[in-house]
């Protein structure tokens, strides 16, 4: 996890480890929020598990600021490849439905 500080890498792998004891339940709205800079929620969780320092908190939420895709690449490291690349493949948010419309499938 390059761009974060050393020796961290596996603790946040490790902390981030249960979100993926079930790869049905990717959650694709989360991945997008990270990359739209929506992470808070996250750092809080790392802070809260008091497994590393405030220093080591703040380091690892500039580096995820700088760089989503390092949280993104955390998440997904216990994830099976196909899930790796299907999250990792650039991504358009759905738009809603207008008023009106009628899906083809329903």
Do not use: K
């Amino acid at each position: 996890m390059s761009g974060v500080p050393a020796g961290v890498d596996g603790v946040i792998r490790a902390i981030f480890a249960y979100e993926f004891d079930d790869l049905a339940t990717v959650d694709a709205t989360a991945v997008d929020a990270i990359r739209s800079g929506e992470f808070d929620d996250w750092v809080q969780a790392v802070a809260d598990s008091g497994l590393l320092t405030a220093s080591a908190v703040r380091g690892l939420e500039l580096a995820w600021r700088a760089d989503p895709e390092l949280l993104v690449d955390a998440l997904l490291d216990g994830a099976d490849e196909v899930t790796r690349r299907r999250f990792r493949a650039p991504r358009v948010a759905a738009l809603p439905a207008a008023p009106g419309q009628v899906s083809a499938f329903g």
